[in-house]
């Protein structure tokens, strides 16, 4: 390893190594996040190849369209807060605030319209407890739905900073963090859309 | 500072001047954290020890005695769970690897001081809601195997929720070590110059991020469980029981190498110190802390050979379980290399660092036994069990915790340690620890089942003699706490090297000032140049 | 600028895909179903991190760490179905 060591004296002199090592941070954690839910991917993964017919019943149970329609919002969240970063990079602190409402704003919707799904498959008489499926279903979402609510929560103390011009071009690395964070949430989702509405 | 208040304090007081609590609980020194850490931890080793010792005096006698059975499964249950989540996890990784790590890499503090502090404290609310968890006490086994965990009436959910607390300050603590260490070391320490207890605090971080997320999901759906019934673990509802034990391994196998492996780091410094000889084969130890990291994560399986898993996973997971003990071994057999022609002096530290090595031998001897298909048929859930993980969680960690409690002593509060009681008690403890579990081995050949708190009237005269050996054992760790207790006040000023070692953390005062170095030294070899053949950077 | 030309067209990308995973779903391939599903969700998945987290211009310790717990949790799952799959 090539690796000489010693970058600077200490940990709070220097600016560049503070946003690495706070980056390098958020970046271990997200591998936490993907092991937390990891256990729930194994979970479907033993029980998909166990029970095919439940799972293919089972998903036809759920809101496709609503199901489409979340996952282009979480997609549209992402796209405002990279654009949020990029303009906070540049100096531009308020279209940094506006991106961030925007992102809230989706957010908030997201949770909304889960909030709907799940009332309506409550009305239907599908709870957890079901049977396996619909177990990992709200498992799966719900632990997501806690991390978009964190996510929002994290957003909205962004806000009121930005509304204290605590950001600008030479430091933004909570937002930055938070971003990333974000996209890591929506990835996430990603993979969960297919795996219960899709492909059951 | 007056001269009488000056010889009042003795040495210096470095970063324990200031006073009160609030220096305390609000400080984000890495020291100050270290030893509060330590000081938690070593209050629950010492109640989980009474927890033992009422286990083996209910085990005097083939019947019930002293407890009901339920006190009893409730009692068992304190002492694993507190000994493995409140003890040995957190014990050497965040008590002396927060006071050491920034010290031997030459940094002021962790990467994320605040974080480390939140660290702490969510530690503390985990022991708290756990603490509340005993208005219906755990009667699972540390273990918590579903279905009985998902029906039983304590309060399991309320104990979920207090590990996960713990869990996530175990995991935040981890990455804290990670970034700290692959940024802030000091000019000139490169990888290879790393003191080998950095290397093997890396490894530990490493399990700590991967596996405790883990270990979390499995409560949340234990707890969800109780709550909705979701079913997954319910053969009724189509779950499968068994997935919550491969959940359960895969976090708690790799962390038996997050109590392990510091330890061997902490042995790794003590050795090549008191043998006044460079380390042998220091690239050896250190990439092997890393292979057993990874090992650990492949052999999860090998606690579950009688639980009913396909015989094909059985096949694969005993064969990978071999793979550990190489480079467990390569770390024995270079330790015992560096004692070969070295001027060992047989200081307290040294003594624990010693019988380390012999009792982990024999604990790690008696793990292919068990890693076997076929002898493990007849083993598994005897007292051969309790012994092998007694020999290397106590006999290993915990002697490596001592080991390291005794050397670091001075640079953890400006004293040295008394050398006369510190042998009784080594003397005692050793004694005492030997006649207690390997007795165990043999009560357990013979069919002795554990977690029962009655036993056919054939094997009382095993459990009488380990019951004896218990109390020996307890008699020395009071001994050795009683010492830590009085020199930590009327102990002798400590010189700032007292063992003459070559790690940074020595050449700075004892105890450390606040930002540990006036100026940041800078490293121009590797931390084991104690002259003579295999000196110089590896 | 030519940042949020990326991020456009990344995030139309994206779009598309949802559009074509989605309308995937109503025609019966049988196991190509799940397939196509799981192949277009890591495609997807790939964009995010490469543009949207600049995992593109990541250090390669960030990449190591990125892509470290990926191999644990296929472990695990491994692992784990070399039970279920033959009990």
Known sequence: MPDEGGKVETAHADAGLAYESSKLGIWIFLGTEVLLFGGLFLAYAVFRIKYPELFHRDHLELNRTLGTVNTVVLICSSLSVAAGITAIRNGKADVLKKSLVVTLLLGATFLAIKYFEWSEDFAHGIYPGTDVFFSLYFMMAGVHGFHVLCGLLVMAWLLVQAGRGRFSAEYSTPVELTGIYWHFVDLVWIYLYPMFYLIG | MSEEKAAQSGPGRGYLEEKGWRSWAYTLDHKRIGVMYLFTTLFFFLLGGVFGMLIRLELLTPGPTFFSDQTYNEMFTMHGSMMIFLFIIPGIPSGLGNFLIPLMIGARDVAFPRLNLASYWLFIMGIIVILFSLAHPMDTGWTFYTPYSAKTAASVTVLSFGIFLVGMSSILTGLNFIVTIHQLRATGMSWLRMPLFIWSMYATSIIQVVATPVIGMTFILLAMERLFGIGLFDPDKGGDPLLFQHFFWFYSHPVVYVMILPAMGAISEIIPTFSRKPIFGYKAIAYSSIAIALAGFLVWGHHMFVAGMSVYADVIFSILTFSVAIPTGVKVFNWIATLYKGSISLDSPMLYALTFIFLFIVGGLTGPFLGSLATDVHLTDTYFVVAHFHYTMMGGTVMGLFAGLHYWFPKLTGRMLDERPAKTAWAIIVVGFNITFFTMFITGMQGMPRRFAEYPEKYQAGNVISSIGAAILAFGILVMFYNYVRCMFRGAPAPADPWRGKTLEWTVPSPPPTENFETIPTVTGWPYSYGGKGDGDA | ?87
């Not at chain 3, 940042?3 to 598309?16: F, R």
């Not at chain 3, 196509?36 to 995010?48: P, R």
């Open chain 3, 1 to 87: 600028m030519k940042d949020y030309q990326i991020y456009v067209s990344v995030w139309a990308a994206l779009l598309v895909l949802t559009l074509v995973t989605w309308q995937v779903s109503y025609i019966d391939l049988g196991l190509a179903n799940a397939a196509v599903a799981l192949v277009i969700a890591s495609f997807k998945a790939s964009l995010v991190a490469l543009f949207f987290m600049h995992l593109r211009q990541e250090s390669r310790l960030v990449w190591g760490f990125a892509v470290f717990p990926l191999v644990i949790l296929s472990l695990i799952i491994f692992g784990t179905l070399s039970d279920t799959l033959f009990r």
